[in-house]
């Protein structure tokens, strides 16, 4: 079965989670806070139901600018992301900071998804698509599919998921591969401790070993689920808990890593290329300190420039990163 992900992206209270929860029938706001506040602050999972034999997964993401490193933990493992904009606001500082992830991230199909059209009257709605096609001139969205969704139209927008997910490829499922960035570790009774991640690369099967990283310790998988139901194996591209054995939820923390053993290497290095979003008004100068995301990590870095004393907005730079 191909196993998809789909992603939200877009300013706070534009409406992603409602738009999710008419798609899924899932309400991804599942902490009293979100619901109390009408934000999203953790990541939420739904699954989109459909006759096509594709298991769609849907990571919805927060968009107040305080949850960025939660949007990320959620976005970089997609096929396919809505950009959801509300027509009564437009394109908003999280909107476009959010579209700046998007292209660093180099995904490649997207549907832009027009809310609260029925606040707005067509003169101002057209101003506002004009906004848009200016933000994504020039990007993987510059010819995306379009829609002003409304209760009477969003079995069409899942007719357009579908359309663009069949053209998703099928990503490398050999279990040596497997690798699952933690973003959730909880108990539940009877089962013991539950991880939950997407699963980027590989496979895994009750009853194998995997390793968690950094520690580089052994652990049994005792179990299986996407999406509420028993598996027997988790493939590439699924939303997917592990019940493990001999651990507390203590000793695991989000951030970590699940793979196959002896799969990665710990390196308090790393040497990258830097690109500064156009749209920044900051300068990242030699020896400056950053936060570093990958996975749903996030960690403090020293940016040592390797051929540039600074770079600025649009600009590049090889640089080596040393970890704490």
């Known amino acids: 079965m191909q196993n998809v992900i789909v992603g939200t992206a877009g300013h706070v209270d534009h409406g992603k989670t409602c738009l999710i929860k008419a798609l899924t029938g899932t309400d991804t706001d599942r902490l009293k806070e979100e619901q109390k506040r009408g934000i999203t602050i953790e990541l ?14 849907i990571i919805d993401v927060p968009g107040h600018e ?33 579209f700046e992830i998007l292209k660093m991230l180099h995904i490649r199909q997207g549907i832009i998804v027009f809310t609260k059209a029925d606040l707005v009257d067509e003169d101002w709605a057209e101003m506002v698509e004009e906004d848009v096609s200016a933000l994504v001139e020039g990007s993987f969205l510059e010819n995306a599919d379009r829609i ?44 013991g401790t539950v991880v939950t991640g997407t699963l980027l690369e590989g496979s895994c099967r009750a009853g194998e070993e995997v390793m968690v990283y950094p520690e580089e310790r052994i652990l049994k998988i005792r179990g299986i689920q996407s999406h509420g139901s028993k598996e027997e194996a988790a493939y590439a591209g699924q939303r997917t808990a592990i019940k493990l054995s001999n651990i507390k939820k203590e000793e695991l923390s989000r951030g970590e890593v ?25 300068l990242l100068k030699n020896g400056d300190r950053i936060h570093f995301n990958y996975g749903s990590a996030q960690t403090i870095a020293k940016a040592v420039l390797l051929d540039k004393d600074s770079i600025g907005a649009g600009e590049s730079a090889f640089v080596q990163l040393r970890f704490d």
């Open 148 to 191: 002003r969704v409304s209760a009477q139209n969003i079995d069409v927008l899942k007719k357009m998921i579908l359309d663009k997910v069949r053209s998703v490829g099928m990503r490398r499922s050999e279990p040596e591969l497997f690798r699952l960035p933690i973003d959730r570790v909880f108990t539940m009774e009877g089962f």
């Open 44 to 57: 939420g999972f739904a699954n989109l139901p459909n006759d096509a034999g594709i298991h769609i997964g």
């Open 66 to 98: 305080k949850f960025v490193k939660n949007m990320l933990a959620g976005i970089g493992g997609i096929d396919l992301v809505l950009l959801v904009i509300a027509l009564d606001e437009g394109v908003m500082p999280q909107t476009v900071e959010h």
């Open 258 to 282: 699940l793979a196959a053993p002896g799969s990665l290497t710990n390196s308090t290095f790393l040497d990258v290329k830097i690109s500064l979003f156009k749209t920044t008004d900051r």
